[in-house]
T-cell receptor, first 109, second 113 residues
Framework: KNEVEQSPQNLTAQEGEFITINCSYSVGISALHWLQQHPGGGIVSLFMLSSGKKKHGRLIATINIQEKHSSLHITASHPRDSAVYICAALGGGADGLTFGKGTHLIIQP | DVKVTQSSRYLVKRTGEKVFLECVQDMDHENMFWYRQDPGLGLRLIYFSYDVKMKEKGDIPEGYSVSREKKERFSLILESASTNQTSMYLC????????????FGSGTRLTVV
């Protein structure tokens, strides 16, 4: 079974700072998801990666398959980026995602 | 806009009650999933289904059952609710065939008293 580790667990930063959240996993995967969960619970899928790098606005996600590691970066962070960010690894079967425990990000004005 | 809809946002039930959590998706997805989310434990898979009338146990199926009579609907059933089933429940769906894209519902926060 895949083990997915995220770091840091909690991160508080000032508005405008560059944010990096890391995710590592223990066995090979088909894809890795980065998810965002705002207070109130609903989860939004930000990225799905199987290789390389993806960018959407101020968010950038990278994955290194050989090192079994992915990062989520936020440039020019803003208080509205405050949320829990979760990485989730998808193995080869149909049995769903294995989730990291999440990174609780607070961006202060 | 594609959607996974969970029937209740907040639910309070008594110990011993039978509880139904409903999830409906409008994307014609083959795979549907039920997760629970608890502080410090993250999201854990309860059950999943890859076809109508098919179901598979996830990591923590004890105390739960599921039903998938139609492709678009996946129900989670707590046969006799207990206080340790107080949690946030999230439904998700995905396509088969290697697309890997997941869509999540907004969650149901269940409190069992």
């Amino acid at each position: 079974k895949n083990e997915v580790e995220q770091s840091p667990q909690n991160l508080t930063a000032q508005e405008g700072e560059f944010i990096t959240i890391n995710c590592s996993y223990s066995v090979g995967i088909s894809a890795l998801h980065w998810l965002q969960q705002h207070p109130g619970g609903g989860i939004v899928s930000l990225f799905m990666l199987s290789s390389g790098k993806k960018k959407h606005g101020r968010l950038i996600a990278t994955i290194n398959i050989q090192e079994k590691h992915s990062s989520l970066h936020i440039t020019a962070s803003h208080p509205r980026d405050s949320a829990v960010y979760i990485c989730a690894a998808l193995g080869g079967g149909a049995d769903g995602l294995t989730f990291g425990k999440g990174t609780h990000l607070i961006i202060q004005p | 806009d594609v959607k996974v809809t969970q029937s209740s946002r907040y639910l309070v039930k008594r110990t011993g009650e039978k509880v139904f959590l409903e999830c409906v998706q409008d994307m014609d997805h083959e795979n549907m999933f039920w997760y629970r989310q608890d502080p410090g434990l993250g999201l854990r898979l309860i059950y999943f289904s890859y076809d109508v009338k098919m179901k598979e146990k996830g990591d923590i199926p004890e105390g739960y059952s599921v039903s998938r009579e139609k492709k678009e609907r996946f129900s989670l059933i707590l046969e006799s609710a207990s206080t340790n089933q107080t949690s946030m429940y999230l439904c998700a769906s995905s396509t088969g065939g290697g697309d890997y894209g997941y869509t999540f519902g907004s969650g149901t926060r269940l409190t069992v008293v």
